[in-house]
């Protein structure tokens, strides 16, 4: 960050009283602009005993498999929005959203919250966000081409979990490499 976004003047990174780490503060108006984690809200879409996943048609990870999730907007509830980023990126309606897992991401300030779901019906398409979308069994998810690791994560616990029907709810975190 270089400038205030109230009013316009550069700001400085320094420790602001009463704080424990640099901030980016400005001088002219004393405004302190706090930065945080993003969180990024996502969803497991299950039809019978088939996942719905989609080909990133974006970067990053362009031409990669991945379950529909992004960035959780101003105004929606975290469910809200892993719904929206389903239809966004598949045009599939999903519900009976339950959370299932949560991880850190600190090297890149991100949250992630992933949903169980239920697809209302098996009816998806490509989307602006996504070339191809498509019901995949267990033995057809291309693990070589899985877009995000946080990704792997949660289908390689969604599977582990499947054959019990009993899915607690779990936190992890990714390590930089």
């Known amino acids: 960050m270089n400038f205030c976004s109230q009013c316009g003047a550069p700001v400085v990174l320094k420790v602001p009283a009463d704080d424990d780490r640099p901030r980016h503060v400005c001088p002219s108006c004393g405004t302190i602009h706090y930065q945080n984690p993003k969180l990024v809200v996502g969803c497991i879409p299950?039809?019978?005993?088939?996942?719905?996943?989609?080909?990133?048609?974006?970067?990053?990870?362009?031409?990669?498999?991945?379950?529909?999730?992004?960035?959780?907007?101003?105004?929606?509830?975290?469910?809200?929005g892993a719904r929206r980023e389903t239809l966004e990126e598949t045009g599939a309606t999903v519900a009976d959203l339950t959370p299932y897992l949560m991880v850190d991401i600190v090297h890149i300030h991100q949250i992630y919250l992933m949903f169980r779901s239920r697809l209302l019906a098996p009816e998806f398409h490509p989307t602006r966000e996504s070339s191809e979308v498509k019901l995949l069994r267990k033995n057809d998810i291309p693990w070589d081409d899985i877009a995000f690791k946080v990704v792997e994560k949660t289908l390689r616990y969604y599977l582990q979990d499947r054959p019990s029907d009993r899915f607690p709810f779990r936190i992890d975190k990714i390590e930089k490499k």
């Open 46 to 80: 299950v039809w019978d005993d088939q996942i719905l996943m989609c080909r990133r048609d974006i970067e990053p990870r362009k031409g990669y498999w991945t379950l529909p999730a992004g960035f959780l907007e101003n105004g929606e509830t975290a469910a809200d």
